[in-house]
């Protein structure tokens, strides 16, 4: 299983405020920063936030992320169809010496 | 911008060697802050990260322990590409196989490639 631990399923309706998770220790989220990605089927996961809570230029300021300890969320505000995808959080391993994924969350908006 | 592509066959039988290649533009692979790393995913290991090779005054090509007696990640400078090796594969290595450049960031990342593991 991954290292990180994403629950595998999340769902909301339009408009609605979603929080993912993101739980590690101190070998991974605890001493390194997370960043999270947005996969939709087919392609390749896409940077969604980086160093924790921030936002690559083109990414909506409804996704924002923020990192406590050995855990990480992503928050999604304002929901939309299109935001139905994959979401993964990512962090460097300083005892694997590489880096380490959650095993993802399904978003559904219903 | 920077972009990657990726190339190589989405066959590959058991026991042989899995190699795939993956194009650089907008970037240098001899870059002394970047690092090219190779990542695969599939349905039941989710993502791996495979490992990775960066300049810093001289080569350095890091893997990840499961995979460390297997693998060889190289940089081919005249091309600005580098590359993947996977040996002695197992229908366990089919996945889609990316790469992604680095350190800080895994970003951004090739289109994919399926590979599959079979006879």
């Known amino acids: 299983q991954s290292v990180l631990t994403q629950p595998p399923s999340a769902s909301g309706t339009p408009g609605q405020r979603v929080t993912l998770s993101c739980s590690g220790s101190?070998?991974?989220?605890?001493?390194?920063?997370v960043n999270w990605y947005q996969q939709l089927p087919g392609t390749a996961p896409k940077l969604l936030i980086y160093?924790?809570?921030q936002r690559p230029s083109g990414v909506p300021d409804r996704f924002s992320g923020s990192k406590s300890g050995t855990s990480a969320s992503l928050a999604i505000s304002g929901l939309q169809s299109e935001d139905e995808a994959d979401y993964y959080c990512?962090?460097?391993?300083?005892?694997?010496?590489?880096?380490?994924f959650g095993g993802g969350t399904k978003l559904t908006v219903l | 911008q920077v972009q990657l592509q990726q190339s190589g066959p989405g066959l590959v039988k058991p026991s042989q060697t899995l190699s795939l290649t993956c194009a650089i533009s907008?970037?240098?692979?001899?870059?002394?802050?970047?690092?090219w790393n190779w990542i695969r995913q599939s349905p039941s290991r989710g993502l791996e990260w495979l490992g990775r090779?960066?300049?810093?005054?001289?080569?350095?090509?890091v893997y990840a322990a499961f995979v460390k007696s297997r693998i060889i990640i190289n940089p081919d400078t005249s091309k600005n590409q580098f590359s993947l090796q996977l040996k002695s594969v197992t229908p366990e290595d089919t996945a889609v196989y990316y790469c992604?450049?680095?350190?800080?960031?895994?970003?951004?990342w090739g289109q994919g490639i399926l590979v599959t593991v079979s006879s």
């Open positions: 992604a450049r680095g350190p800080a960031v895994l970003d951004p």
């Open positions: 907008g970037d240098s692979v001899s870059s002394n802050s970047a690092a």
């Open positions: 090779t960066y300049y810093r005054s001289k080569w350095y090509s």
């Open positions: 101190s070998s991974n989220i605890g001493r390194d920063n």
């Open positions: 160093t924790n809570n």
């Open positions: 990512a962090a460097w391993d300083g005892t694997l010496n590489g880096w380490v």
